[in-house]
């Protein structure tokens, strides 16, 4: 079975600054896509970032973007000039499209705090 | 263009009570999911339809939970009888055509069994 490791449970950084987020699988799997996802207080779940397996070009999405490392199965997510509204958990997710099959395995999250 | 649309957003029932929580997926999405979120457990797939179908229900906890999609714009999940450990916040996603695998989250709902 895929799993997803977040490592660093908590993290913070000053607003403006850059911070990059940890996230490891597991897989003998070679298609694949992984995500990074985003719970504010509001507790709303928000896709930030896809990144396809089969793609070797790093994902971007303005100040988001990942550093996939297919090899190492690792997938960190940074976030350049950090801002307030950042401050949330962050989850790493994986999806094997195995037949089909759109199931989602997240890991425990990072609690990112964004300090003025 | 509305997201996901779950109800209520909070519930607070007595242990032995039905529980119905209700999903309105984003138009024209496929796909419909349900999850679970704890401390303990994290983020967990119960459920999820493909074109109103039911195509994986291995995260469904035991028999008191139940789920369906009688059409393409509605969903339910129950839980009868509720128990404390059931107490959660249950979320809603949708998706859409087959090959995107971005899922779209409702705001959840906060499930309270005392």
């Known amino acids: 079975a895929q799993t997803v490791t977040q490592s660093q449970p908590e993290m913070s950084v000053q607003e403006a600054e850059t911070v990059t987020l940890s996230c490891t699988y597991d897989t003998s799997e070679n298609n694949y896509y992984l995500f990074w996802y985003k719970q504010p207080p509001s507790r709303q779940m928000i896709l930030v970032i896809r990144q396809e397996a089969y793609k070797q070009q790093n994902a971007t999405e303005n100040r988001f973007s990942v550093n996939f490392q297919k090899a190492a199965k690792s997938f960190s997510l940074k976030i350049s000039d950090s801002q307030l509204g950042d401050t949330a958990m962050y989850f790493c997710?994986?999806?094997?499209?195995?037949?089909?099959?759109?199931?989602?395995?997240f890991g425990k999250g990072t609690k990112l705090t964004v300090n003025p | 263009d509305a997201g996901v649309i779950q109800s209520p957003r909070h519930e607070v029932t007595e242990m032995g009570q039905e529980v119905t929580l209700r999903c309105k997926p984003i138009?024209?999405?496929?796909?419909l999911f349900w999850y679970r979120q704890t401390m303990m457990r994290g983020l967990e797939l119960l459920i999820y339809f493909n074109n109103n179908v039911p195509i994986d229900d291995s995260g469904m906890p035991e028999d008191r939970f139940s789920a369906k999609m009688p059409n393409a714009s509605f969903s339910t999940l129950k839980i009868q009888p509720s128990e404390p450990r059931d107490s959660a916040v249950y979320f809603c996603?949708?998706?859409?055509?087959?090959?995107?695998?971005?899922?779209?989250f409702g705001p959840g709902t906060r499930l309270t069994v005392t």
């Open positions: 138009s024209g999405h496929n796909s």
């Open positions: 996603a949708s998706s859409p055509l087959r090959g995107t695998y971005e899922q779209y």
């Open positions: 997710a994986f999806l094997w499209p195995q037949g089909g099959s759109e199931k989602l395995v």
